[in-house]
């Protein structure tokens, strides 16, 4: 079983940035693929990023290519989102989750999820 616990949202302006972390606890976190996910008030949890157990490999969802980047260090057993060029409409909730399929871009297919971190973009 993985624990997940994600931390560094918070308020910023549009065109700002942020780095969000995800601490993983329990077993065997490198041979998980890891998804970061965002669910604004209202609408439903949709696809942001993942990226494969080695690091190897990513995608992105469309709104966010170019601007977001999601890596990890195994070592640390932590995943990283670094969220650049932030606009009003990447105001979400934002979740990571675990999984040992790769790439998954369903939430429904994520195994284990963190408690979410707050982001938030004034225009």
């Known amino acids: 079983q993985v624990q997940l616990v994600e931390s560094g949202g918070g308020l910023v302006q549009a065109g700002g940035s942020l780095r969000l972390s995800c601490a993983a606890s329990?077993?065997?976190?490198?041979?998980?693929?890891m998804g970061w996910f965002r669910q604004a008030p209202g609408k439903e949890r949709e696809f942001v990023a993942v990226i494969k157990w080695n690091g190897g490999s990513t995608y992105y969802a469309d709104s966010v290519k170019g601007r977001f980047t999601i890596s990890r260090d195994n070592a640390k057993n932590t995943v990283y989102l670094q969220m650049n060029s932030l606009k009003p409409e990447d105001t979400a909730v934002y979740y990571c989750?675990?999984?040992?399929?790769?790439?998954?871009?369903?939430?429904?297919?994520?195994?284990?999820w963190g408690q979410g971190t707050q982001v938030t973009v004034s225009s």
């Open positions: 989750a675990a999984d040992r399929v790769y790439p998954v871009m369903r939430a429904s297919g994520y195994d284990y």
């Open positions: 329990g077993r065997a976190f490198s041979s998980y693929a």
